[in-house]
């Protein structure tokens, strides 16, 4: 955080605090000082979405850095590998540990603590999509690792997994479609120990919107590009460093690389959504947003790619999630007596809970077939819709049988059910954001 930003925080607080005084009242200033606050948050967070660092553009040498695909050994066989299970193990307890008693805290403050980028990055979350000798971690593309890791944090908490992964997703995005600059330049704030904060921006504003029919456009100004629209729902829209902004060309949709601190024109506004809160949601505005013809990251095939491992992501979170709606409600059933004797002991309730883990596994075994196929560069386009449509529905489909299953208990703050119901229906809506 800048000085500048240390001051408008401090400013806001000593707002909010006056705000609160019953001598406004007694003065007749209530309605002044409550806009005061409201107008100094919205330019504050305008503010923000056009600071943070600069890149250096550095002239890439040779081919881009890829992960090599799978190699494919004949058998169906998802059991996960030592390394996977070793990444699936501490990111497991990074969400237990640190996520799960935040969660609550960051649902309501509509945002992550500061410090949990920098823990989340000694763990290596975001290197995870990233070639060897680009820095990162697997020389093999892998985005059942993408999933299980995935799957392991919003067990904590969606909305915190979110904020740690759309970084992520950006740094997986650069290493599977940017050329040799654009890795040389963008890469090395990914790979480091402080990560840029970054998001995947294809969500447009609008009922039922479509990735592959953008309203948000990219023209051809002969020194590069210029874009006009908006972004919906993009996770550290306000601090982000960096913003892969999807937009339809003459050609079809396409996505750019837009640095918000050099983008004149691009500003951000908080967009708090329902569900998915703590990763500090914004909606993203573009007006004459002009980008160098370096910029366009990918187009055509690999533009449909992107958007359909966004999608699997997307099903990683809701597994997560689905899977912590049913370690919670196991032991409340077990527990909770009614008449006597636990609930569980009720045919209806054991049913539920039954048909909670079944539908579990198959949202689990789609999804992670689907991840396979992409890291053999099978055709992966139906079961990836298979699975979304699949996390879609059941998790749902889960998130209110969480909250039946605990009646009243389930419709208060007390317990996580209520905001896991929240962040399932996520699924469904959300577009791009991170990228497996």
Known sequence: MT?????????????????GSPALDRLGLREQAEKAVFQLTKQGFKSAGTAGRTFQRVAGS???????????????DLTPTDEQEMVVESLKAFATERLRPIAADADAAATAPDTLPAEAAELGVALLGVPE?????????????????AEALAHGDMGLALSLLAPAGVATALARFGDATQQATYLPAFTGDDVAPAAVAILEPGPLPDPFALRTTAKDAGSGWVLDGEKALVPLAASADLLLVAAQTPTGPAVFVVEPGAASGLTVEPEPAMGVRAASTGRVRLDGVHVGADALLCDGAGYAELVRRARLGWCALSLGTARAVLDYVIPYVNEREAFGEPISNRQSVAFAVSDIAI?????????????????????????????????????????SQGVQLLG????????????WYRDLRACGVMEGALVV
């Open 408 to 419: 009243g208990h389930g419709y208060i703050k007390e317990h996580p059910v209520e905001r």
């Open 359 to 399: 539908e579990l596994e198959g949202m689990r075994l789609a999804t992670l077939r689907a991840a396979s196929l992409v890291d053999r560069e099978a055709d992966a386009a139906q079961a990836i819709a298979i699975a979304r449509r699949l996390c879609t529905d059941k998790g749902m489909a889960i998130g």
């Open 62 to 76: 040779g081919k881009p850095a890829r992960q090599r695909p799978t190699t494919a050994t004949g058998l169906f």
């Open 3 to 19: 000085i500048a930003d240390r001051g408008m925080a401090v400013g806001l607080r000593a707002l909010r605090v006056a705000a």
């Open 133 to 149: 000798e680009a820095g990162g971690a697997m020389s093999e593309r892998s985005s059942v690792t993408g999933v299980l890791a």
